[in-house]
């Protein structure tokens, strides 16, 4: 045994403990006496115990009970405030906007993508990179393609690799990930990939190990200076890999983008980037490489997987409660018919489909806690002093689950959604799945069509059944990053 090299890991190891327990100290002592309310905790680690072996949300949902709509938690150096209620919720991130709109810089995830991008960015840097990609997907139509016809190509390779199952059990898990980082490759890339495609294949599943990572990883936050211990015990440095090795995939299309770029024939995100670019010159902050290859970044991230997830989320619940899908079909053939694949133009004539889809995104609740804020100075919010440096967390879950918004919460309901007309009577609006405010989620529209056009095109063609009779999958939900439902296999009948 190297004894040396032992006390040297040991004296570093001590080091580091010591650094961090005079810095919890310092960073304390200058926080305000009126800090929203909370739990006391312990010396150094604060109370990340309540979080050994709990659900998240109802650790929250207890919390808030105990401590009101606004409370706060030490994690580590962090002070975590959580902000709970719809009146709350809107109070903070719509009316106090530009107090509540920011990200923490010192984040993991942020340091990772180095700050740049739309999720992690903030002030006018991330104002402006916001306006370009909203104008940009909002006026989409690049070489003659539109959004739409490039979520039905994917739709129909879907279906193509569904109808080869021949009805037996199949995990919808990789095929639904993959279609769905298809529609955004052909957004900012401007084609799909095969979906046996080996570099595909391999980058799509490097964005999911790092969704799991970064849930893996997440205590680094509390306690940031224990990553620079010996190995990898947060991830961190997988985790730097990973996004290294995406962001070189993403870096190569874009160089091939510049080699056969057409100012007059725009094909994707990637080429309305250079256009900008060109006028802007490469030195400008908002439109070099690297914030377009992060932006992209983001746009996977952001998008695929909760998408992806959403949609199993929906199968999981059709395959629970036959009498809706049976339903949802009858409103299809009516509208529809068998001939041709849906359009987002029967969108407005499908309340029922419209509901349905409310319903899931309420009940699958796939980013109950959103993504996290940062306090870039002391915030006055209700009499109280949220402090510089604070962590914010939007507790969507509290909305979704709300009995006085939505009665009994609990239960698989899209009728909730409907008035006696038939039509939407408004509480859909109701349902914060794509967050709230400034930081609401860029691509809701774009997410919104492909779950209109997968969902309504998958009951057009199939009926979802059990694994087997007496096998019915669980509907409980597993929070990592995103709240995703246990992995299942169905049966996908082909309709006669």
Request: hydrophobic fraction near 40%.
């Amino acid at each position: 045994m190297d004894f040396s090299s032992l006390f040297s890991c040991n004296t570093v190891t001590v080091a580091i403990v010591v650094v961090v327990l005079i810095l919890l100290f310092s960073r304390s002592l200058q926080w305000p006496s009126n800090l929203p309310p909370g739990p006391t905790g312990y010396p150094v680690i604060g109370s990340i115990l309540l979080f050994r072996n709990g659900n998240v949300q109802e650790i929250f949902r207890k919390l808030r009970a105990q401590y009101g709509d606004i409370f706060s938690l030490k994690l580590g150096v962090n002070l975590t405030v959580v902000i709970s209620g719809e009146e709350a919720l809107k109070e903070a991130f719509i009316k106090q906007a530009e107090d509540f709109s920011d990200r923490l810089e010192n984040t993991i995830t942020g340091q990772v993508l180095l700050n740049k991008g739309i999720v992690f960015s903030s002030g006018e840097h991330w104002k402006q990179t916001r306006t370009f990609s909203l104008s940009t997907l909002r006026n989409f139509g690049f070489g003659r393609k539109s959004l739409e016809s490039r979520v039905q190509e994917e739709v129909a390779a879907c279906l193509d690799i569904i109808e080869q199952q021949n009805g037996q059990p199949y995990d919808m898990k990789e095929l639904t990930t993959m279609a769905i980082s298809n529609v955004t490759c052909s957004i900012t890339f401007g084609n799909r990939f095969d979906y046996t495609d080996v570099k595909f294949k391999r980058i799509t599943s490097l964005f999911c190990e790092c969704f799991k990572l970064i849930a893996l990883g997440r205590h680094a936050q509390a306690f940031p200076y224990l990553k620079y211990l010996p190995g990898d015990m947060f991830n961190i440095k997988k985790l730097i890999q990973n996004t290294k090795d995406i962001r070189d995939f993403v870096f190569e299309q874009i160089n091939e983008h510049r080699n056969t770029f057409d100012d007059e024939n725009q094909r994707d995100f990637i080429d309305a980037f250079l256009s900008q670019q060109s006028k802007h010159g490469q030195e400008d902050a908002i439109f070099e490489d690297l914030n377009l290859a992060v932006s992209i970044i983001n746009f996977f991230v952001a998008g695929t997987t909760t998408t992806a997830t959403t949609i199993r989320w929906a199968i999981l619940y059709l395959i629970h409660n036959k009498h809706i899908e049976d339903k949802l079909r009858q409103e299809i053939e009516t509208v529809v018919g068998t001939s041709r694949l849906p359009s987002i133009a029967d969108k407005p004539h499908m309340p029922y489909q419209e509901a349905f889809i409310a319903e899931v995104l309420r009940m699958g609740n796939t980013a109950p806690l959103s993504v996290p804020h940062g306090a870039l100075k002391d915030i006055h919010f209700r009499g109280m002093v949220i402090p510089k440096g604070s962590v914010i967390m939007p507790n969507l879950d509290s909305v979704m689950t709300d009995p006085e918004l939505f009665e009994n919460p609990e239960k698989f309901d899209p009728e909730r959604f409907l008035g006696k007309d038939g039509k939407l009577n408004g509480k859909e609006q109701n349902v914060m799945a794509f967050s709230l405010g400034r930081r609401i989620c860029t691509g809701e529209s774009v997410a919104r069509m492909e779950l209109f056009l997968f969902m309504t095109s998958f009951l057009q063609r199939f009926e979802f059944l059990p694994e087997s009779p007496d096998k019915l999958p669980f509907t409980g939900g597993v929070l990592e990053l995103a709240r995703v439902p246990k992995d299942f296999k169905c049966r996908i009948v082909k309709l006669k």
